[in-house]
């Protein structure tokens, strides 16, 4: 674990805001200035070894790693699904050095953070929302590493009922049943929204990705994939 304070350009004084009521206490006189959180090694040295000593990052990645165990028990195996999870198990140790790196970082601060807070609230000049939600955001996603830096904000596109019916739409354009894929159906999905959909993606959509929306959204892959087989192999024998 890092054990050094990080320095930040953020210089706001945490008084209160001028829209709120002003207070008369005493101490008010002396705003707590943000440059004081970047005096804390030996605050943070005992943090970081309360953290390794509860083994608590590790109790973290332990929780989860169960989770998605006990989740992949519960899910009905079949070749499209085993071969994106086995993509997954090769991408678990990417997660879980991200933790490992930034989690004791995130939870000194916001630990840190609130405990100022709650100090300058017992004092009778506590800090206005938005004052608190700045100094968050940068100590926790200004600083952060670059590899959990944010992505813009964007449009969500897919919801359920959009996700459900571009499904069943793409289905309809594979008609062998040994085709009946993921990967297939992404890109018949990707086709059909540059050509008779309004949703004009602007890059193909995978089968991985589309694995994800699916089970975002709730909608069940394998139950739909056999359904449509069922279907497909029907017509073939009434032929």
């Not at 169960?66 to 999870?85: A, F, M, V, W």
Request: with cysteine; hydrophobic share 35%; proline share 4%.
């Amino acid at each position: 674990m890092t054990r050094q304070c990080q320095e930040s350009g953020f210089t706001t004084k945490l008084n209160a805001s001028p829209a709120e009521p002003a207070h008369t206490h005493a101490s008010s006189s002396t705003p707590l200035n943000t440059d004081d959180l970047n005096h804390c090694a030996d605050l943070q040295d005992e943090f970081f070894q309360l953290l390794e000593e509860s083994r608590f990052v590790a109790g973290v990645i332990e929780i989860h790693l169960n989770n998605e165990t006990r989740l992949s028990n519960q899910t009905t195996s079949s070749t499209d699904s085993y071969r994106d999870c086995r993509a997954e198990e090769r991408n678990g140790a990417g997660w879980q050095e991200l933790i490992e790196r930034n989690l004791p970082q995130w939870l000194f601060w916001v630990t840190t953070v609130l405990t100022m807070q709650a100090k300058m609230a017992a004092e009778n000049r506590p800090m206005s929302r938005a004052q608190l939600a700045e100094l968050l955001n940068d100590r926790l996603f200004r600083q952060a590493s670059n590899d959990l830096l944010f992505k813009t904000h964007r449009k969500r596109i897919w919801t359920p009922a959009v996700l459900r019916s571009a499904v069943h739409s793409a289905l309809k354009d594979i008609n062998n049943p040994a085709a009946v894929t993921l990967e297939n159906l992404a890109r018949r999905i990707t086709v059909r929204s540059r050509n008779t959909s309004p949703l004009n993606l602007m890059k193909p959509l995978s089968g991985k990705h589309l694995q994800k929306l699916l089970q975002g959204n709730d909608i069940e892959w394998i139950e739909i994939k056999r359904s449509y087989k069922e279907r497909l192999l029907t017509r073939v024998l009434k032929r």
